[in-house]
């Protein structure tokens, strides 16, 4: 009998779809029906048409950048606070990367930033729900639909959160999920496209599933008729494409966990507001604001310390007596993506040194992102129940009680 270590993981279906996974015919998309019924359900969630399984949440983001058309030596306009994957996903495509600043009290994107940094060769905006909280969605797509510009959800930290009533994932041109081990749902690796075009749909499975021509925006299963698919003279590509397919083990254990998105979302957001209480009274920890009609459904909660320059205690030693208290490790936020040695360094130029040749990245680019970012502390959400999260909260609670004493 397998022992739940970790209840929070699994509380639902998932030891019982896996078995039934295992006793089906097929543990591969290409013919089963878990990955097609996590994308059915999915999308019903989401009052959305279509949505494509893969197996990652950066596959996802390069499968939505083919799709919409971006190639070489196009630009792709990115937040400058985000994990390094958008900008990946862009050079994968042969793009140029383009950095907008943030809104210092949200960390989102900033839609003037955004306006700034359109050039003739932008091809698309990335738009991060950064920590589960949206960016001000109106403004870019105002912008977008301005300059044609196709929209890009990156919402691999956001499940359920809205904005002004609209559930982001439905909001842009097409939003890519992540079902990554941390994510609200996880089957340890795994993503999710969902749109409402049918062509950009079945572009983006084609890419996921090797080019085979016969699939379509709601269909990833491509052995539907084997006189057809075992003939010699069959041509199965008309697409370039990757193997970027979720397994059948992968979907049923992500199809266990929608089922109980609702709950695991709760948890988070209640887990969430008791860190946000312990810090109400705190000058120097100011977390993500959450403006009024957005709901943000807290990934993590990210805050902003000063204890350096208000109490004089470094981020460093207030992580260290925080965990010394028996509190769980406070994350830092990202690197800004364009600091990182990889893309600082210039080490992506020879994949494409024509398009690269002149592509440079300074500090200074992005300076709310530059300033804000090395004091963002990030503290866990994802408890198995609230009473943890709870004791969790009282210990930073009485670790800030101490520095204020002293």
């Known amino acids: 009998m397998l022992k739940n270590s ?9 030891l019982e779809y896996l078995r039934k996974v295992l006793e089906g015919e097929s543990w591969s998309s290409t013919a089963g029906s878990w990955t097609i019924n996590l994308e ?12 494509v399984a893969f197996n990652s949440g950066t596959s996802t983001l390069h499968a939505a950048l083919e799709a919409v058309g971006v190639g070489p030596g196009d630009e792709v306009i990115s937040p400058a606070i985000t994990v390094i994957m958008d900008t990946t996903a862009t050079i994968h495509a042969n793009a140029v990367p383009v950095y907008a600043d943030i809104n210092p009290k949200t960390f989102t994107i900033d839609p003037e930033d955004i306006a700034r940094k359109i050039s003739k060769k932008t091809k698309a905006i990335i738009t991060v729900a950064i920590y589960g909280l949206s960016p001000d969605m109106d403004p870019i797509m105002e912008i977008a639909k301005k300059h044609g510009i196709p929209v890009i959800e990156d919402n691999a930290q956001a499940v359920l959160s809205y904005y002004h009533g609209h559930l982001i994932g439905t909001i842009g041109d097409v939003a890519s999920f992540s079902f990554e081990n941390t994510k609200h749902i996880s089957c340890g690796e795994g993503g999710l496209i ?7 749909a079945e572009t983006c499975r084609k890419i996921g599933g090797h080019g085979f021509k016969n699939l379509k925006a709601d269909e990833g299963r491509i052995r539907l008729n084997q006189d057809i698919f075992q003939n010699p003279n069959y041509k199965r590509h008309d697409v370039l494409g990757w193997n970027y397919r979720l397994s059948e083990f992968n979907a049923a254990v992500a199809l266990a966990q929608l089922e109980r998105v609702d709950e695991l979302v709760d948890l988070r957001i209640k887990s969430a507001n008791l860190f946000i209480e312990a810090i109400k009274t705190c000058d120097y920890l100011t977390p993500q604001e959450e403006p009024k009609g957005y709901v943000n459904s807290y990934y993590t909660l990210g805050a902003v310390y000063e204890g350096q320059e208000k109490i004089g205690i470094s981020w460093e030693d207030f992580r260290k007596a925080y965990m010394n208290a028996g509190g769980d490790g406070i994350y830092g936020a990202w690197s800004v993506p364009y600091l990182e040695p990889m893309i600082k360094n210039r ?6 040194p024509w398009v690269y040749e002149n592509v440079r990245y300074e500090s200074g680019l992005c300076p709310l992102a530059e300033k804000i970012q090395p004091k963002i502390m990030q503290f866990k959400t994802n408890y198995r129940d609230v009473a943890l999260a709870e004791k969790k909260a009282d210990i930073l609670r009485s670790v800030i009680k101490k520095f204020k004493s002293n």
Do not use: D, I, M, W
């Open 6 to 14: 970790n209840p929070s993981k699994y509380l639902g279906n998932e």
């Open 40 to 51: 059915r359900t999915f999308a019903k969630k989401y009052g959305a048409r279509y949505a």
């Open 194 to 200: 969902l749109t409402n075009n049918e062509a950009l």
């Open 347 to 352: 080490k992506f130029v020879a994949r494409c």
